[in-house]
């Protein structure tokens, strides 16, 4: 599924893009810049699980250089 974003100006802006996006059957849903950073810092952490783990001291030998 493909998205797009647009950064309304005005609130105004926003219902008028809701409501044209009913009108077509499309969905839409008014997010705040918070909640895509947020979700931006989510997907950074997940993509991040799957990297080897590394013991404290490696890290400690590290920071001590």
Do not use: C, W, Y
């Not at 005005?10 to 219902?15: A, G």
């Not at 044209?20 to 997907?43: C, N, P, R, Y």
């Not at 993509?47 to 890290?59: A, K, N, T």
């Amino acid at each position: 599924m493909d998205a797009v974003l647009i950064r309304a100006r005005k609130k105004s802006d926003v219902q008028s893009l809701l409501d044209f996006s009913e009108q077509i059957g499309v969905k839409a849903k008014v997010v705040t810049i918070e909640d895509m950073e947020d979700e931006m810092l989510a997907h950074i952490i997940e993509s991040r699980l799957d990297s080897p783990s590394v013991s404290r001291e490696e890290i400690m030998k590290i920071l001590d250089e």
